[in-house]
């Protein structure tokens, strides 16, 4: 369903700020985990913080991209704010280190859901001429609540208690699922929900319409898992005390870019851009392993940024270019399961590899550089001629 009215309207604004919030409940506690999941003596784990989070989200893509086409929108933001809020509150029941990755792994159904939906929702209400202009002004409200969660996640922790932490995490997940209530569905022909919807078919898990995003999508996000899992640890060994510094320096420059970038991509086309965001990612990366120092962090983080803040919204309105109308569910999970897969990938390896030995952060890095080159390779030779 097409509704065609001007982009700032409250159904928007509401989605946009029920993203900000749930963004910054679950990425409050990424910068803190690390050193918790330590202090459990489960230091050698780590690579599986971010690893079990995305597995799960990636599972569910297909079952939240369905039911997003069958049921509704708004249902299914619903569900992965829920889950948030819930995984929250049981943080601080679970003090184990397997009732901790249990948790990690169920948490990853939140983000499973709830960016699907919102992404089918934003194109639904937006007109395609605009789509790259309007994801990006989602995506600005999306890496506000991942420059905010972690900042204040770090100085939660520091001046008060990592259980603290977890409620505040839980009442942000919390105010999101109340912005929802007032917002209208878009979808108009619904099926009522019935367990038959989780029967899914291999064409439910995969749009290969969209298969060309997907691919950039995931070799562009393994460096994402890596630095979700290392930038903590590196952080520290740079004598900084706020964990949470990097992540807020690299979302406030992705911010800077995100809007225009969208509007840019609306008019030259999104493989241009896509190309300058992974030349510009290449860079953050070579940037954050050569130099070993809080300015050359700083600086990585930034350009890190401003790599995210193109790459992000050209991505999105790429796979809905690909997509069909009737099955935006479907080409947003698609490129979901790709991101996530990259995220978790990403992390697995980087966790495993440097296994608490700093010396081998900058060598991962480096390989992270090299992999997105091969995004960059596969984008050049492919779409040589586009535009």
């Not at 601080?92 to 960016?115: A, E, N």
């Not at 922790?157 to 603290?164: D, R």
């Not at 270019?321 to 698609?334: E, I, L, M, N, Y």
Request: include cysteine; proline fraction near 4%; hydrophobic fraction near 50%.
């Amino acid at each position: 369903m097409k509704i065609n009215h001007p982009i700032y309207n409250l159904q928007f604004m509401l989605v946009c700020l029920s993203s900000l919030l749930f963004s910054a409940s679950f990425n409050m506690l990424i910068p803190e985990l690390p050193a918790y999941l330590s202090s459990m003596g489960g230091a050698e784990y780590k690579g599986l913080i971010i690893a079990l989070f995305t597995i799960t989200a990636g599972i569910s893509r297909p079952f939240s991209g369905k039911l997003t086409d069958k049921i509704g929108r708004v249902p299914i933001m619903a569900v992965g704010s829920i889950v948030c809020f819930v995984c929250s509150l049981l943080y601080p029941l679970l003090t184990t280190v397997s009732g901790f990755l249990f948790l990690r792994l169920l948490h990853g159904f939140s983000t499973g859901f709830k960016p699907t939906a919102t992404a089918a929702y934003v194109a639904d209400i937006v007109p395609k001429e605009r789509w790259g202009e309007a994801l990006g002004l989602h995506g600005i409200c999306f890496s506000t609540g991942m420059a905010i969660g972690p900042a204040i996640g770090s100085t939660i922790t520091m001046y008060t208690s990592i259980n603290f932490l977890f409620y505040t995490s839980a009442l942000f997940a919390l105010l999101s699922i109340g912005i929802l209530l007032n917002m209208k569905e878009t979808l108009s022909k619904k099926e009522k929900f019935s367990f038959s919807l989780f029967r899914i078919k291999g064409q439910d898990i995969f749009d290969m319409g969209v298969l060309p995003a997907a691919i950039v999508t995931f070799l562009s996000y393994i460096a994402y898992g890596v630095i979700l899992t290392l930038i903590p640890d590196w952080t520290e060994h740079l004598e900084l005390e706020n964990k949470g510094i990097f992540f807020m320096i690299f979302t406030i420059s992705s911010l800077l870019v995100r809007f225009v970038a969208g509007k840019v991509s609306d008019k030259y086309g999104r493989v241009p851009i896509i190309n300058i965001g992974l030349v510009l990612l290449i860079t953050s990366l070579f940037v954050i392993g050569f130099y070993e120092t809080q300015q050359g962090l700083f600086v990585g983080a930034f350009i890190y940024g401003i790599s995210l803040g193109v790459l992000s919204p050209a991505l999105n309105a790429w796979t809905i270019d690909f997509s069909k109308p009737d099955q935006r569910g479907r080409a947003v999970s698609t490129m979901y399961i790709a991101l996530e897969a990259g995220i978790g990938g990403g992390a697995f390896v980087a966790g495993w590899y440097f296994h608490d030995v700093i010396e081998n952060i900058p060598t991962i890095m480096y390989g992270s550089a090299i992999i997105v080159m091969g995004s960059l390779f596969y984008m050049v030779v492919k779409f040589r001629s586009k535009s």
